[in-house]
């Protein structure tokens, strides 16, 4: 979807698509698709959800057994684009090194789900100012999302969050920041989930406030150390 809407691309069964530059679903359009189902590679550099302004609604989904889908540098769903998604579930794995939930855009998604695993180096929601109300949802029995350095939800950004709910785990090998320079960012931590993390800041800088932090429920647990 250069500038077209609805395409669907999709790579399973053994295929793999490698790209050397980046892979852009929705450059300018609306309502791509591209799917990795299972057995099925996806590998680029960079990976771009929404990379212009109004290029909306477009998804990426890597679900079912070694599903995967790499972005030897970044991954960003919703570069400049509003409302893009991506899932993943089902024995899918999804790998970049910078992870962007909202890099300029806002109202975009990550949805992780039973069996799905994301790994990334550096993790943010909402990563410039106007980038806000970006999500992170982790629901399901080893939902997966490590941050091997650090994890930022609501850079930028206003009304970001992440929640957990039903056995899903975010781990975080360095620092998870609930709102760096902004206001109204939250972490959710439901029955049966967890999130760890070397450092815990909250409100960060002067002006990062009214951020929220919740663990509740059975086997709901955040844990620092």
């Known amino acids: ?23 852009r679903i929705g450059n300018y359009g609306k309502n791509n698709t591209l799917t990795v189902g299972a057995d099925g590679t996806l590998n680029s550099a960079n990976i771009h959800l929404g990379r212009y302004g109004g290029s909306d609604n477009n998804r990426l989904i890597v679900s079912g057994a070694n599903a995967l889908g790499i972005a030897s ?3 960003y769903i919703g570069f400049y684009g509003a409302t893009n998604s991506a899932q993943v579930a089902n024995g899918g794995t ?37 980038s806000d109300n970006n999500r992170l ?3 399901g029995s080893a939902a997966l999302l490590f941050a091997t350095n650090n994890a930022t939800i609501g850079y930028y950004g206003t ?33 049966n989930s967890s999130v760890n993390a070397e450092d815990l800041f909250f409100g960060y800088e002067t002006g990062a406030n009214s951020n929220a932090l919740s663990v509740n429920g059975a086997n709901a647990s955040l844990t620092v150390a």
């Open 94 to 130: 999804l790998r970049s090194r910078d992870l962007r939930i909202g890099n300029f855009g806002r109202n975009n998604t990550l949805t992780i789900q039973t069996n799905g695993t994301v790994n990334c180096n550096d993790l943010s929601l909402g990563r410039y100012g106007g």
């Open 73 to 75: 540098n970044n991954l």
């Open 137 to 139: 949802e982790l629901d």
């Open 159 to 191: 009304g970001n969050s992440i929640e957990l709910s039903n056995g899903g785990a975010l781990q975080v090998g360095n620092r998870l920041t609930i709102g760096y320079s902004n206001s109204l960012n939250s972490l959710t931590i439901n029955a």
């Open 1 to 23: 979807g250069y500038y077209g809407s609805n395409n669907v691309v999709e790579i399973s069964k053994l295929g793999k698509l490698s790209v050397s530059v980046d892979t």
